[in-house]
């Protein structure tokens, strides 16, 4: 059973940093096309980032690209998002999910796993 687990959510200043990690047990996440998502309060989960199951084509939301980085551990099985320069509008719970497919879509639809999320707050 493949299992997803997100942390390093928490509350920081608008203009600061921090970096989520997702870790997979069960299978090994190169055999996956993996993606971040996020909902914020009464709003739809909305794509963040995604990277190719071979880990050579990354996707970003037009919101945070420059500011986030996808990446991936293959050897601790283990996914990052980088985000600096966060903006209250970046407040939101983060989800990692992962597709049985070479490319992860950028909607909700196709994700077979998905983690429990990790809260992230920015303060202005």
């Known amino acids: 059973q493949v299992q997803l687990v997100e942390s390093g959510g928490g509350l920081v200043q608008a203009g600061g940093s921090l970096r989520l990690s997702c870790a997979a047990s069960g299978r090994s996440f190169s055999s996956f096309a993996t993606a971040w998502f996020r909902q914020a309060p009464e709003k739809e989960r909305e794509f963040v980032a995604s990277?190719?199951?071979?880990?050579?084509?990354?996707a970003y939301a037009a919101s945070v690209k420059g500011r986030f980085t996808i990446s991936r551990d293959n050897a601790k099985n283990t996914m990052y998002l980088q985000m600096n320069n966060l903006k209250p509008e970046d407040t939101a719970v983060y989800y990692c999910?992962?597709?049985?497919?070479?490319?992860?879509?950028?909607?909700?639809?196709?994700?077979?796993?998905w983690g429990q999320g990790t809260q992230v707050t920015i303060s202005s």
């Open positions: 999910a992962a597709a049985d497919r070479s490319f992860a879509p950028p909607t909700n639809s196709g994700y077979a796993y």
């Open positions: 990277l190719s199951r071979s880990g050579g084509s990354t």
